[in-house]
């Protein structure tokens, strides 16, 4: 680089050096690209970032290493339990529950819903009260109050209110220890599952409602047409919350000894002393229960977003099947082509 003397006597750059380095002005108002162009990229330093993630790597770490050499965790014990035939049962009766409590919420919690969004004041009424005993009774003392429920009533009849009983039941033979569980399961998530679903509803914008009247759709149409397919991307992600909240809340029904997971994990500790590989179970049981969830969820949102997004974003299974082919194409050498001469 030619370097030439001012008449300070300092060293000073050739123009050509300089022109090379600054970009060249032009007319106010006007950037120059070509300019621009030559000037250099510098990525930002996040030094604190990289030092975050470093130190959470380290906590990791050694909470993997305490679990792997720890031997208080007892993974032998933790091996012949987490398959036990006992435990899978117990497993079983978990999934049974939470499944009857969903279906029997969700579908309590939509006339609940539909109560309270009714113009009558006698029915938005009784839905709002609905909603708030049951929120703000415990499920435990709900649960403990169903059970108990042939103290009350030892017989239950079917008849003209206020008249004449043409049959009868024993309130034990008619609800026993797990229909109390699957009827208090079920109430309890009626009142939360009202408010999620009348949250979607009224989150759908009312000129939808108006520009299909305006269309003469009638109105259960617009509901299951129009109204319901908006509603689900807000009722969706409050909805599954609900349900894996009921699965961990199906542990609440060892109080009326029912074999569910913790139950049983309970009594197997009882009677071998072994608490944290046997808590170790059912806490992992509940992980990958969770996560089987967690993605039925994932793919449910996908589906009801079809209306706001043109291409939803690849699945994890699409992703990793786009890696693969990736790199299969970048190990396979291209084919050689040959020109005449």
């Not at 990791?60 to 032998?76: E, K, S, V």
């Not at 579908?107 to 819903?113: E, M, Q, R, T």
């Not at 689900?232 to 909240?245: D, F, Y």
Request: aromatic share 10%; hydrophobic share 50%.
């Amino acid at each position: 680089m030619t370097v030439t003397t001012t008449a300070a006597g300092a060293p000073a750059e050739s123009e050509k050096a300089r022109k090379r380095e600054r970009p060249a002005a032009g007319p106010p108002g006007r950037i120059d690209l070509d300019g621009l162009a030559g000037l250099r990229t510098v990525r930002a330093r996040h030094p604190w970032r990289w030092a975050a993630g470093a130190a959470a790597l380290v906590v990791l770490a050694q909470f993997a290493h305490g679990l792997a050499t720890n031997p208080a965790w007892d993974w032998p014990t933790f091996r012949i339990f987490f398959s036990a035939d006992t435990i899978l049962r117990a497993v079983g009766r978990t999934v049974e529950l939470t499944f009857y409590g969903t279906v029997l919420g969700f579908l309590l919690g939509a006339v609940v819903a539909a109560m309270r969004l009714s113009r009558s004041a006698v029915l938005q009424s009784i839905a709002w009260a609905y909603v708030w005993v049951f929120r703000s009774i415990p499920l435990i003392v709900q649960l403990v109050f169903w059970f108990n429920l042939s103290y009350l009533y030892k017989r239950f009849g079917l008849g003209i209110p206020f008249g004449p009983t043409f049959a009868d039941f024993e309130t034990v033979g008619v609800l026993g220890a797990i229909g109390a569980a699957v009827l208090g399961l079920g109430l309890h998530q009626a009142a939360f599952a009202a408010e999620i679903i009348r949250g979607g509803v009224i989150a759908v914008d009312a000129g939808q409602r108006e520009a299909a009247a305006a269309l003469g759709v009638p109105r259960r149409r617009q509901a299951w047409r129009i109204v319901l397919p908006q509603a689900m991307r807000g009722i969706l992600p409050a909805a599954a919350n609900e349900v894996i909240s009921l699965f961990k809340g199906t542990s609440v029904v060892y109080v009326m000894a029912i074999g569910e997971l913790f139950y049983q994990v309970q009594v197997v500790y009882g009677r071998t002393g072994r608490v944290v590989p046997l808590l170790m179970v059912a806490t992992v049981w509940y992980v990958l229960l969770t996560t089987v969830l967690s993605l039925g969820q994932y793919y449910v949102e996908r589906y009801f977003a079809r209306g706001a997004e043109r291409t939803p974003p690849p699945t994890p299974l699409q992703r990793a099947r786009a890696r693969v082919q990736g790199l299969r194409a970048a190990r396979t050498p291209a084919p050689a082509t040959g020109g005449r001469s």
